[in-house]
Nanobody
Framework: QVQLAESGGGLVQAGGSLRLSCAASGRTFSTYAMGWFRQAPGKEREFVAA????????YYADSVKGRFGISRDNAKNTAYLQMNSLKPEDTAVYYC????????????????????WGQGTQVTVSS
């Protein structure tokens, strides 16, 4: 069982930056792949970024590629999402999620493949 807690959201102007953190409980954090998803009002939750258990591979949605960076510190049981050059369309609730086992690249992109979710943190980008 893993419990996840996001932090770092807030209000920022377009072009600004934020870093989200996802703190995980438990001793097995390093065995989970981690993902970030977001959900804007009236829209489905969508994939943003993912990182494998070792941190050796990362994946991004096309809409954030080159602007966002996902990372993890297994010693601190924490995953991060660095968001730069933020746009109003990045406004959403951001969720971190953990995936057990090694299921392949496609599974990292699919929200239904994740086993544990945080409560979310609001990110609002003003124009």
């Amino acid at each position: 069982q893993v419990q996840l807690a996001e932090s770092g959201g807030g209000l920022v102007q377009a072009g600004g930056s934020l870093r989200l953190s996802c703190a995980a409980s438990g001793r097995t954090f390093s065995t989970y792949a981690m993902g970030w998803f977001r959900q804007a009002p009236g829209k489905e939750r969508e994939f943003v970024a993912a990182i494998t258990w070792s941190g050796g591979s990362t994946y991004y949605a096309d809409s954030v590629k080159g602007r966002f960076g996902i990372s993890r510190d297994n010693a601190k049981n924490t995953a991060y999402l660095q968001m730069n050059s933020l746009k109003p369309e990045d406004t959403a609730v951001y969720y971190c999620a953990a995936q057990r086992g090694i299921r392949g690249t496609t599974a990292l992109l699919r929200r239904h493949e994740y086993d544990y979710w945080g409560q979310g943190t609001q990110v609002t980008v003003s124009s």
